[in-house]
């Protein structure tokens, strides 16, 4: 089969298209053909530790969907034939293996490009808005580079939690579209400069949650539009700022909370962990169509290349997917 490999330096990717052998599912595996699979930011920027040790090369892709052919011996909730999606290692391939943990069915409206957009991106939003944001109906949500795979999911869960949001892009044009899914206010901006507009959206009384998808350049500026008991989720650094100031004063006197989002130093235990609720949370909406993945654009397997180009410019606004080739 074929599949994508990359090697990480600290400046930049090298990829690589190579012929391996259809790997065999442990006890408690899927094996699927994979048929669709989509691009995150963070498998391909330096330093965030998805990757590996610089210079070290390995098979790429963090989440797919696709059609289950065989299951290890200690598999029950799965059959062959049956449409799955998760998030997994080596997704930019032919075949790749899913932990039964991992996989999901695919409600059933939804088509193999839109599943394949879901796992990762929702699951980590799920963590930043439910599990540890603890975001209720009615609060107000600052998401910075809310045009981004993860910060369009994350708008659009919390419109389906009730939230009202207000999202910061450097495109007016994507915020114009994100409209559309039920962003409350855009405002257009790449510098720290939005708080006061922020807290005027408000009334003064700032978010009670802040997705920062941005990273370290923003983070002084979040804290200022954080509300009494507000929380400040960091997601990602795709500015390279892994530094930055913090005012002791207003965590302090506010009674904030800053935490970190990232599987980097998960078990398999802990990432599953919380998969049952996001099945009883979230998957109906997609079944529903409350909630439908934004695709930015669909490419064909053989333009990973282009793709990643595209992703890494900001071009785009929602996920871009990889369409695995036809069944022979």
Not at 16 to 24: F, K, S, Y
Not at 89 to 101: I, N, R, T, V
């Amino acid at each position: 089969m074929r599949s994508y490999w990359m090697q990480q330096n600290e400046a930049s990717a090298v990829l690589e298209l190579r012929e391996v052998p259809i790997p065999t599912p442990g006890a408690k595996q899927l094996l699927v053909r994979v048929r669709a699979a989509s691009l995150n930011r963070g498998e391909f920027v330096a330093g965030h530790g998805l990757h590996g040790p610089a210079g070290s090369w390995k098979a790429i892709g963090g989440e797919c969907a696709g059609e289950v052919i065989g299951c290890g011996t200690e598999v029950t909730d799965f059959s062959p034939g049956e449409r799955v999606m998760g998030r997994c290692s080596g997704a930019f391939a032919e075949y790749a293996l899913l932990d039964q943990a991992e996989a999901m069915h695919i409600p059933g409206n939804l088509s193999w490009e839109e599943a394949g957009s879901i796992p990762l991106t929702f699951l980590v939003s799920f963590d930043m808005l439910v599990l540890q944001g603890h975001l209720q109906q009615g609060e107000w949500v600052l998401i910075n580079g809310v045009s981004s795979g993860v910060g369009v999911a994350s708008l659009q869960l919390a419109k389906a939690l009730g939230a009202r949001v207000v999202g910061t892009s450097g495109s007016q044009a994507k915020l114009e579209m994100l409209e559309g899914l039920g962003l409350d206010a855009g405002i257009c901006t790449r510098q720290p400069d939005f708080a006061a507009e922020v807290n005027a959206l408000t009334e003064g009384k700032g978010v009670k949650l802040v997705i920062n998808a941005v990273g370290g350049s923003v983070f002084a500026e979040s804290i200022r539009t954080l509300a009494f008991e507000g929380r400040l989720a960091t997601v990602g650094y795709v500015d390279g700022v892994l530094h930055a100031d913090i005012d002791l004063e207003a965590l302090h006197a506010k009674r904030l909370t800053v935490f970190g989002v990232s599987n980097k130093l998960r078990t398999k235990a802990q990432k599953s962990a919380a998969l049952p609720r996001f099945i009883a949370e979230v998957l109906p909406h997609f079944a529903s169509g409350r909630i439908k993945p934004q695709i930015d654009e669909v490419v064909d397997f053989e333009g990973l290349a282009d793709a990643k180009a595209r992703m890494e410019a900001g071009a785009h606004a929602g996920k871009i997917v990889l369409r695995m080739p036809a069944l022979d």
